[in-house]
């Protein structure tokens, strides 16, 4: 399987989710860090695409897990690593696409995923990762808006630490 890296968006998280849309492709948006004395800040993340339909979550994934895949038919995530670090995979099953990314402590910022691609994430290193993560459209345990699948189910997605 050949994959990429998830094209990296210069602009604002907001203008990056219009793209991927757009695209039907996963985007990066880095973060940037403030820094003083007091210590450091990761801020404005997710401005302009905060709405009422959607929730904010949190999510500790521990070392050696990977979870994967799942897709949503109306939802898109942004990914938001602040503990730890996560190795993000995407696919499009319709031409057989796939994307990933390693991001977190080292490399902040948000990863864009548009509805119908499948996701899922890998914890790179020793130690949890800690995954905030905004959904546009809120869960309805009653309709659950999401497919699995095993984290092998696309063969050749390389979650494994890749040598150089």
């Not at 309805?140 to 984290?151: K, L, S, V």
Request: net charge negative.
């Amino acid at each position: 399987m050949r994959v990429t890296g998830i094209p990296v968006w210069d602009g604002t998280v907001e203008s990056g989710y219009r793209r991927a849309l757009a695209e039907h492709e996963p985007v990066f948006v880095p973060s940037k860090h403030f820094a003083d004395d007091r210590g450091w800040s990761l801020m404005n993340q997710l401005q302009g695409v905060l709405s009422p339909k959607g929730q904010v979550n949190f999510s500790t994934q521990y070392p050696g897990v990977i979870k994967a895949w799942h897709r949503h038919k109306k939802q898109t995530d942004f990914w938001l690593v602040l503990r730890g670090h996560l190795k993000v995979g995407v696919h499009r099953q319709t031409d057989g696409a796939a994307w990933a990314c390693v991001t977190g402590e080292k490399r902040p910022g948000t990863v864009i995923i548009p509805p119908t691609l499948w996701h899922g994430a890998a914890t790179v290193g020793p130690e949890s990762a800690g995954l905030l993560y905004f959904v546009s459209e809120a869960y309805d345990p009653a309709n659950p808006d999401e497919e699995r699948m095993d984290y092998d189910g696309f063969a050749g997605f390389p979650w494994e630490v890749q040598h150089g």
